[in-house]
């Protein structure tokens, strides 16, 4: 089974308006992160946020913010008043922390990303 | 502040020629390292990872290698490229007691001709 789940592979967003990608994901371990790439066509992968496992509110960084719904095991990514700029993939992504792990190991294991347009 | 680079930034290289690509963390010490590679129009796959000199984990069999000569130095190779080593590559780190967040390299364009 796919351990992250992005089921939009693209999505057409007009200026301004918020979008939420989606991104479901699977694991047994209870600890554990979640993250949200950012791909422009430039190639760098640049980090927008990050939720971890325990806790308790959901992460905001700007005008991202992650709606982060643990019984249903769902990270989306909200994008508020959304700009040009923004046009790009996005990627989900999850940290695994078994018990017992060296924590000097944190893999990442990607979804296969949703690619946002913003229309003007 | 910490960055990382690697390099080159793009190749083109035939079938059968060898790799090296290069990327260094400056800013920190001791970090984890990895490389990923993102095939065309897909996610990222986990190549290598280390938690130190010398070691290297590997995640997929495969035509390449890592190593790492120095503390903040991670190095991919290959002896003998195939086609289907074309891609995407990145370099990233973190620091291993942080729990958080990886940081990505701006990522090395390989084609194999």
């Known amino acids: 089974a796919q351990k992250i789940t992005q089921t939009q592979p693209g999505m057409f967003v007009q200026e301004k308006e918020a979008v939420t990608l989606d991104c479901t994901y699977d694991?047994?371990?209870?600890?554990?992160?979640l993250f949200w790439y950012k791909q422009p066509s430039s190639g760098e992968m640049i980090f927008l946020i990050y939720?971890?496992?325990?806790?308790?509110q959901n992460a905001t960084e700007g005008r991202y913010s992650l709606n982060f719904q643990k019984a249903r095991k769902s990270a989306n990514l909200v994008i508020s008043a959304s700009q040009l700029g923004d046009s790009a993939m996005y990627f989900c992504a999850m940290r695994e922390d078994p018990l017992g792990s060296n924590f000097g190991n944190e893999k990442l294991t990607f979804g296969t990303g949703t690619r946002l347009t913003i229309i003007p | 502040s910490q960055t990382i680079h690697q390099w080159p930034a793009t190749l083109v290289q035939p079938v059968g020629s060898p790799l090296s690509l290069e990327c260094t963390v400056e800013?920190?010490?001791?970090?984890?390292l990895y490389w990923y590679r993102q095939a065309a129009g897909r996610g990222l796959q986990l190549l290598f990872y280390s938690v130190g000199i010398g070691q290297i984990s590997s995640e997929v069999p495969q035509n390449l290698s890592a190593s790492r000569p120095q503390d903040r130095q991670f190095i991919l190779s290959s002896k003998k490229l195939l086609l289907s080593d074309s891609g995407f590559y990145l370099c990233?780190?973190?620091?291993?007691?942080?729990?958080?967040?990886?940081?990505f390299g701006e990522g090395s364009w390989l084609t194999v001709v």
């Open positions: 694991t047994s371990d209870p600890s554990y992160g």
């Open positions: 939720q971890g496992s325990y806790d308790q």
């Open positions: 990233a780190w973190t620091l291993g007691n942080s729990g958080n967040t990886i940081y």
């Open positions: 800013g920190t010490s001791n970090p984890n």
